[in-house]
């Protein structure tokens, strides 16, 4: 009974199957649901090869009529799974265009671009002014010993610039340091010379805050080393930076004191008509090489510091040292 198939039930069969598979497959709405009836339908285990299956109880001679048509119905909902798929390919773009489409008259959300606060991008320009002259560049640490901050650096015992007004001991022999010199002794300590190095960085002093005093400031200390340096190559130096940064102004020296140069002096440029003190140096002082180790029969050389603020200020025209700390945008978006 169930042995018997005729070649009509199979081909009544097919038909079937077709029209079902149109159906299903016009009203499929995504890939995945298109593959999935794919499978379905033509593979493996899919309903046309159960229906064929059966096509081997068929005469030999009417199996091919069956092949055929089994063929075309494969051909025919192969078409309409490539057709369906694009069609619903274009419906998601579509659907996506109009999802994302940009919408040119909303508010703007506007994110205002970030830039360097002013004191850290003069330190940026001093340092690559230096840079440029062949320096390196050296930190040292904020919390200094006495030995590097001061009696390294030749400053005796009796020192103003020792006294508990200037100076936060830390205990212990240690205190926040005062200046950024103690860079020079740490340098050399790891470094023999020749040297040229750049020492940037953050300095503590008792100072009540006013105008032009805050207790926590910046300085940049300068440092060569070498055999044959002199005082002209010092004021070659320290003109060709102070031109670079302020302008091609006149630059004088005076002589001045300090413990750790000698001779010493203060350095003023001219700035819109008026002489204004910018910073310090001098060679370095013999008694400061001997206590690194150094001949200075052999080696001289030149030290500056510079108070970083003061750079800044003098050059942006800034008139109250406090504007740089408090963080107001109305100020700092100025730069
Ligand atoms: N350390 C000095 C200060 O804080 C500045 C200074 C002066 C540094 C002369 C130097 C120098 O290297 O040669 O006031």
New binding site residues.
């Given amino acids: 009974m169930s042995a018997t198939v005729s070649l009509q039930q199979l081909t009544d069969q097919l038909v079937a199957l077709e029209s079902e598979a149109a159906a299903e497959i016009s009203t499929a709405t995504t890939a995945a649901e298109l593959e999935e009836l794919r499978v379905g339908l033509l593979g493996k285990k899919g309903r046309l090869s159960g229906l064929l299956g059966a096509m081997g109880k068929l005469p030999g001679d009417e199996r091919p009529l069956i092949g055929q048509r089994a063929n075309v119905l494969k051909e025919q909902v192969q078409n309409l799974l490539g057709e369906r798929l694009k069609a619903v390919k274009t419906a998601a773009m579509a659907e996506r265009i109009a999802r994302e489409s940009l919408d040119v008259t909303a508010p703007c959300s506007y994110t205002p671009a970030g830039h360097r606060h002013p004191l850290i991008s003069t330190i940026e320009e001093i340092v690559d002014i230096f840079s440029g002259l062949g320096y390196r560049v050296s930190e040292g640490p904020e919390i200094e010993t006495d030995h590097y901050n001061f009696s390294a650096l030749n400053i005796p015992e009796h020192h103003p610039a020792r006294d508990m007004q200037d100076t936060f001991y830390l205990g212990e022999g240690r205190l926040l340091r005062?200046?950024?010199?103690p860079v020079?002794i740490r340098y050399l300590e790891q470094n023999p010379p020749p040297v040229r190095v750049v020492a940037p960085g953050r300095?503590y002093r008792r100072d009540p805050v006013d105008a032009t005093h805050s207790p926590v400031f910046h300085?940049v200390?300068?440092?060569a080393i070498d055999e044959g340096l002199d005082f002209s190559h010092l004021r070659g130096t320290v003109t060709a930076f102070l031109q670079q940064f302020f302008g091609d102004l006149p630059v004088r020296f005076r002589a001045s004191y300090?413990p750790?140069?000698e001779p010493?002096a203060e350095v003023d440029v001219q700035w819109r008509g008026r002489w204004l003190e910018v910073?310090?140096?001098?060679m370095?002082d013999p008694a400061v090489l001997t206590g690194m180790g150094l001949d200075p029969e052999r080696w001289s050389g030149?030290?500056?510091?510079?108070?970083v603020e003061r750079f800044c200020m003098v050059r942006h025209g800034i008139d109250d040292i406090r504007r740089l700390y408090t963080s107001d945008l109305r100020f700092l978006e100025q730069f």
């Fill in positions: 005062t200046h950024t010199s020079q300095v300085q200390e300068v440092l300090f750790f140069t010493s910073m310090g140096c001098g370095v030149f030290a500056a510091g510079l108070g």
